[in-house]
T-cell receptor, first 114, second 114 residues
Framework: GDSVTQMEGPVTLSEEAFLTINCTYT??????LFWYVQYPGEGLQLLLK?????DKGSNKGFEATYRKETTSFHLEKGSVQVSDSAVYFCALSEPNFGNEKLTFGTGTRLTIIP | EPEVTQTPSHQVTQMGQEVILRCVPI?????FYWYRQILGQKVEFLVSFYNNEISEKSEIFDDQFSVERPDGSNFTLKIRSTKLEDSAMYFC????????????FGPGTRLTVL
């Protein structure tokens, strides 16, 4: 079945550092890929997505590129801020006639220190 | 901005009791989902619901679980006889449909079974 493997956390970085959170996936078809973020006390929010190979999703300075050859969707940000502290989830969904469910990774807790 | 809401935020129950977790999806959305996250583990798909019936369910979603959309606005998850291992954070999500892939998540209900 489908699965998502995410970099283990927690990750602690200083403000303005470069961030990479690795994500690889296994899927039978052609999935869409997502990064969700969860701030303390809140639900999961979509951060960015990519729906086909070589697509780059971007939002709020975060980027991730859909790499089919390496089955990866690594999250990057050039200069992190304290407000980026949250849990980040990589996820995929396969086409299923509109009923696409999300398969998540384990989540990576990111803490940014000033 | 429209959002998914969930009540209660925290539910404590005794093993063997029935619980109902409530969700109000975004009003024009067509697809509805429940996920759960056991502490420290990944977010797992439970069930998807469309057109007043279950579209897909995971192996976790056994006969103890049921979902309902009783009045066109609420979307409920019932656990008939709770077990200790049902303790988790339960997330409701909804999606507009068509080519809009984003699922919008509620803040979750933390269920504690004693």
């Amino acid at each position: 079945g489908d699965s998502v493997t995410q970099m283990e956390g927690p990750v602690t970085l200083s403000e303005e550092a470069f961030l990479t959170i690795n994500c690889t996936y296994t899927a039978t078809g052609y999935p869409s890929l997502f990064w969700y973020v969860q701030y303390p006390g809140e639900g999961l929010q979509l951060l960015l997505k990519a729906t086909k190979a070589d697509d780059k999703g971007s939002n709020k300075g975060f980027e991730a590129t859909y790499r089919k050859e390496t089955t990866s969707f690594h999250l990057e940000k050039g200069s992190v801020q304290v407000s980026d502290s949250a849990v980040y989830f990589c996820a995929l969904s396969e086409p299923n006639f509109g009923n696409e469910k999300l398969t998540f990774g384990t989540g990576t807790r990111l803490t940014i220190i000033p | 901005e429209p959002e998914v809401t969930q009540t209660p935020s925290h539910q404590v129950t005794q093993m063997g009791q029935e619980v109902i977790l409530r969700c109000v999806p975004i009003s024009n959305h067509l697809y509805f989902y429940w996920y759960r996250q056991i502490l420290g583990q990944k977010v797992e798909f439970l069930v998807s619901f469309y057109n007043n019936e279950i579209s897909e369910k995971s192996e976790i979603f056994d006969d103890q679980f049921s979902v309902e959309r009783p009045d066109g606005s609420n979307f409920t998850l019932k656990i008939r006889s709770t077990k200790l291992e049902d303790s988790a954070m339960y997330f409701c999500a909804s999606r507009a449909g068509g080519l809009v892939y984003e699922q919008f998540f509620g803040p979750g209900t933390r269920l504690t079974v004693l």
